[in-house]
C-alpha cells in the first residue's frame, strides 16, 4: 500500500514536470548542473579517475573540460528521461534522427532477428524511439536490469515501455526471446553491453586502452536464434537532439579469438567515445576489478 501511494505521487510530480517546456527543463538541468557537479560533487573522484586512466594526466585542462561537459550532458539525460512520460511522437522524430533503418528491415525480411548493441552513450532512453522507423512487423524490445527500488523500478518501466518496447528482465531473457522466436515472430532487442558484469569474470579484452571484462548475453542469446548483430552508432548533434545509426557488427575474419561480435562491438562503441567522450557514462566504476 505505501508503495503504491509512493508510486503514484512520485509518477504525478514527474508528470507535472514533464509537461514543462523542454527549455524551462534545460534551465532545471543548468541549476542541477551547479548543485552536482559543485555542490554534492556526485562521484567525481570516479569520473576523474576513469577519464585519467583513459587519457592520461598531460592535459588536465582538456580532462577537466570534458568533465564539465559530462556532468552537463548527465543532468541533460536526467530532464530528457522525465520528458519522456509527456512528449509527441513528433516531439520525439524531430529531436532523434534514425538512419539505416532499412538496413534492418532487410534483415527482418530475410528472416532473422536482430540483437542491438548499444551502450551507455547519449541518451540510451531516448533509444526506444527508434521503433517508429522499421517497416517490418517485428517485435522490440530492451534486456533491462530491474532496480531495487521497486517504485522507482516502476517508473522507469513505465518510461522505457513509451513507444510500445517490450521491457524484459535479464533473468528471462533467453526464456522470452526463444519464445518470440518459436512462434514465427522476428525481434529486434537491445543489449546495453558496456556494463561491469557481475559473479566471476571469465571475459576480458582491451577497451579504451584497459583491460576490461564484458558480458556475452547478448551474442550468446543471437547464436542461439540465428539472429544478426547490429551496433547502433549515437551521435549528439545538439542539445536535446541525437542521430542515431544501425551498423553491422563484422568481425575481423583474421580474428580468431572467443565472442567476436561482443569484442567488435565494442571496438565500435570505443570510437564512438573516442569521438566525443563527454556523453559516456563514466561515472560508474568500470574498471573495478582486475582480471
Known amino acids: 500500500m505505501k508503495q503504491d501511494t509512493k508510486y503514484r505521487v512520485l509518477l504525478s510530480l514527474l508528470s507535472v514536470a514533464a ?6 527543463l534545460y534551465l532545471f538541468s543548468d541549476i542541477g548542473y551547479v548543485i552536482v557537479y559543485h555542490i554534492v560533487r556526485y562521484r567525481r573522484d570516479i569520473v576523474r579517475h576513469n577519464l585519467e586512466l583513459v587519457f592520461g594526466t598531460s592535459d588536465r585542462k582538456a580532462l577537466r573540460r570534458t568533465e564539465r561537459e559530462f556532468y552537463r550532458h548527465l543532468c ?3 530532464v530528457e528521461t522525465v520528458k519522456l512520460l509527456h512528449i509527441s511522437d513528433a516531439e520525439v522524430d524531430r529531436r532523434v534522427e534514425v538512419t539505416n533503418g532499412e538496413y534492418v528491415d532487410g534483415i527482418i525480411r530475410s528472416g532473422h532477428s ?19 522507423h522499421f517497416s ?12 531495487h527500488d521497486k517504485v522507482m523500478d516502476r517508473i522507469m518501466l ?3 515501455s513509451r513507444f510500445g518496447l517490450e521491457c524484459i528482465p535479464q533473468e528471462r531473457a533467453v526464456r522470452r526471446l526463444l519464445e518470440i522466436e518459436r512462434s514465427g515472430q522476428k525481434f529486434v532487442i537491445g543489449f546495453i553491453s558496456d556494463q561491469r ?17 564484458y558480458v556475452i548475453g547478448g551474442e550468446t542469446i543471437g547464436n542461439h536464434v540465428d539472429a544478426r548483430f547490429v551496433y547502433l552508432d549515437v551521435m549528439k548533434t545538439s542539445r536535446g537532439h541525437y542521430r542515431l545509426t544501425f551498423c553491422p557488427v563484422v568481425p575481423d575474419p583474421e580474428d580468431k579469438g572467443p565472442d567476436p561480435y561482443t569484442r567488435e562491438f565494442m571496438k565500435m562503441l570505443e570510437k564512438t567515445i573516442y569521438r566525443a567522450p563527454a556523453y559516456w557514462l563514466w561515472s560508474h566504476k568500470r574498471w573495478k576489478r582486475q582480471r
Open 114 to 132: 536482430v540483437v542491438l548493441f548499444l551502450g551507455h552513450y547519449g541518451n540510451w532512453e531516448w533509444v526506444q524511439a527508434i521503433i517508429h
Open 197 to 213: 558484469p557481475s559473479g566471476v569474470l571469465h571475459h576480458w579484452t582491451a577497451f579504451l586502452g584497459q583491460d576490461t571484462p
Open 158 to 160: 513505465k518510461i522505457r
Open 76 to 78: 541533460d539525460c536526467i
Open 136 to 147: 517490418e512487423p517485428l517485435v522490440g524490445g530492451q534486456i533491462y536490469k530491474p532496480l
Open 19 to 24: 509537461r514543462l517546456p523542454s527549455g524551462l
